[in-house]
């Protein structure tokens, strides 16, 4: 797909693991071993687009450091930068004095998906689409806004989150635009695409197609689902060509030390320098540079920063452990619990469950 370029949208705002880790924009965040933006735009590349335009308000500086100018992923990356924040629909436009191809994918920074490239492309041409929209279907879609179509795929209108949804499909965060549709965004303010492009443009009768399908896909906007995003990455159940490693049940990066009956699976990615005693317990983790996983320790569906200390026999379920802090020897920590920077919690100094009588 030479003749396709794509933009990708990096908002400002952050998960809310970043303050108990890194300053980076969530885009950044080290997941599966590597930014979270490098595994879309491996797809990307995987694709065969060459050319990625990235529109970023937030930090862009730490893009380009990274990324450079694309070469090194085979591709060719321009940046361009907001003064303030657009939405969507703005940061689309803000980009188009930098596009030259008549069909242009566009792309949500911060969701996790597998749905094929080259079929959202194939929908857009063979229906003469203005714009077209990779549609997910979820098991329960009342958390999400709906988008129904009709027996030609054709979207009939953009639904707000109801309790009753009269349709499993939902909008995905990747699009095909038609170079001529950008330029009728309007400019230099922001604008959403889901509650102003989108719906004026079915006013008009323009053609809105949907491509459909069930692709894996997350939303990365927790920190539950970046962990489980990064396991499921590692377990290669969501693609990407991005990964330090094979998949498989772990990523153990370069100078890690793990215990030989120390049990470590789910997805795990364990990060360079990292050490895991004697007969510890690891599952679906994300142990980054520098952690430390006592002996006998459980660490479950959870994230430990650059540095980080679990003392023996702790154990960490659904829980946040920010750089350099030390989760004192026994504690519990469960159900999302969080735990900020530095922070040294003695040991047994903290238990985070109920009595069990």
Known sequence: MDDVEAVVLVGGKGTRLQPLTFSAPKPMLPTAGVPFLAHLLSRIRAAGVRRVVLGTSYLAETFAD????????????????????????????NVAKHLTSDDVLIFNGDVLAGTDLRAVVATHRHTDADVTLHLVRVPDPRAYGCVPTDGDGRVLEFLEKTANPPTDQINAG??????????TIPEGRPVSVERETFPRLLATG???????????????????????????LVRGVAPSAALAGPVGEALVLDGARI????????????????????????EGAMLFDGAVVGAGAVVQHSVLGMGAQVGDGAVLVDAIVGDRAVIGARCE?????????????????????????
Do not use: K, N, Q
Not at 66 to 93: M, S
Not at 214 to 225: K, L, Q
Not at 259 to 282: E, K, L, N, S, W
Not at 333 to 357: I, N, Y
């Open 259 to 282: 215990a030989d009956d120390a049990r470590v699976h789910g997805g795990t990615t364990v990060g360079r320098g990292v050490r895991i005693g004697a007969g510890a317990r690891v």
């Open 206 to 232: 323009s053609r809105v197609s949907g491509h459909v399908d069930t692709a894996y896909w997350r939303d990365m906007g927790t920190p539950a689902d970046l962990v489980h995003g990064s396991a499921d």
């Open 174 to 183: 990747c699009y095909v635009f038609r170079r001529s549709v950008i330029d």
């Open 66 to 93: 990274y990324f450079g100018d694309g070469t090194t992923l085979g591709l060719e990356i321009t940046y361009v930068v907001e003064e303030v924040p657009l939405g969507t629909g703005g940061g689309i436009r």
């Open 333 to 357: 920590l469960r159900a999302g619990a969080r735990v900020w920077p530095d922070v040294v919690l003695p040991p047994h100094g903290v238990r985070f469950s109920p009595d069990v009588e």
